[in-house]
């Protein structure tokens, strides 16, 4: 049961991605940053009366303020990757969180990963190599360079890295109150301290809010429905198996984006894809 919730998850978080893009070409990145937490909370806060309040530890603050720190930045990156590049080359750039989380393990408390971890961090840096397979007419390099010039796959890249910094401070924040008491808070907060960056970077944005409305919400819901799977799947199964197959959303992300917005190479994009999910398992496991 929680790899099929677990596999809903993946795919709606694959479909908020293909939805953004969509919007993403007539509404600014900076509302569409917005609208992917305040839209959302209609769903969590439900979720939440549902689930009840929980008692608030003093951790889940210092904990929550970091966590909204990092992301004000990581998510506003998301958003510009999606609208910079090619689904198959930005949403497969994700599976490197888990990379990034043993090496900021390593840094910060000198652990290093067994020999399943390793043979997970080769199969992920291969995954990104072969996703760009077809530059391979320009040489060895020609996959490597083909990633730093696609600003995309750069910024999923930095996404990434931040998202493995707050991972921590996210599980915090969970431990000491619940899911959806930290989920409607959080979203509330960054919906609120957004604020003056639309002020600043998207002025006169009022109306295409209102006027996007519909397209809005169900950029936001599409998000909210992925977290609801999500915490559903994680309640009957360890969180990293549940993220193993989150990140496999990567392969629905590639067919979303052959399909609806013709995207090339999609064999090589999905052997890229698999590998790096591949690489994912063996960390996680």
């Known amino acids: 049961m929680w790899i099929f919730l677990a596999l809903l998850c993946s795919l709606f978080n694959a479909l908020q991605g293909a939805h953004g893009k969509r919007i993403l070409e007539r509404i600014d990145p900076y509302l569409v940053t917005w609208a992917m937490f305040f839209h959302a909370l209609p769903l969590l806060l439900v979720a939440l009366w549902v689930d009840g309040f929980p008692r608030i530890q003093p951790s889940f603050w210092p904990a929550l303020a970091i966590s909204l720190g990092v992301n004000l930045l990581a998510v506003t990156l998301y958003v510009r990757a999606i609208k910079l590049s090619p689904l198959s080359l930005t949403f497969p750039f994700l599976a490197f969180t888990p990379l990034f989380l043993v090496l900021t393990g390593y840094v910060a408390l000198g652990e290093l990963p067994d020999a399943l971890g390793a043979v997970g961090i080769m199969l992920i840096v291969a995954g990104a190599y072969v996703l760009n397979l ?120 590639i067919l979303l984006g052959y399909f609806f917005f013709g995207e090339r190479h999609l064999k090589v994009r999905m052997a890229g894809a698999a590998l790096m999910v591949a690489g994912v398992c063996c960390i996680v496991l």
Do not use: T
């Open 134 to 253: 077809d530059k391979f007419r320009e040489g060895l390099l020609g996959p490597v360079r083909s990633v730093v010039r696609e600003r995309g796959s750069l910024l999923m890249l930095v996404v990434a890295a931040l998202w493995g910094i707050s991972a921590a401070a996210d599980k915090v924040a969970l431990l000491n109150s619940s899911p959806f008491f930290f989920l409607v808070v959080f979203h509330l907060l960054f919906s609120v301290l957004y604020l003056p960056v639309l002020r600043v970077k998207a002025r006169g944005c009022g109306r295409q809010a209102l006027r996007e409305i519909p397209a809005l919400l169900v950029f936001g819901s599409l998000g909210a429905i992925m977290i609801l799977f999500q915490m559903a799947a994680v309640r009957i199964a360890l969180v990293s198996y549940v993220i193993a197959i989150k990140r496999a959303g990567m392969i629905f992300s």
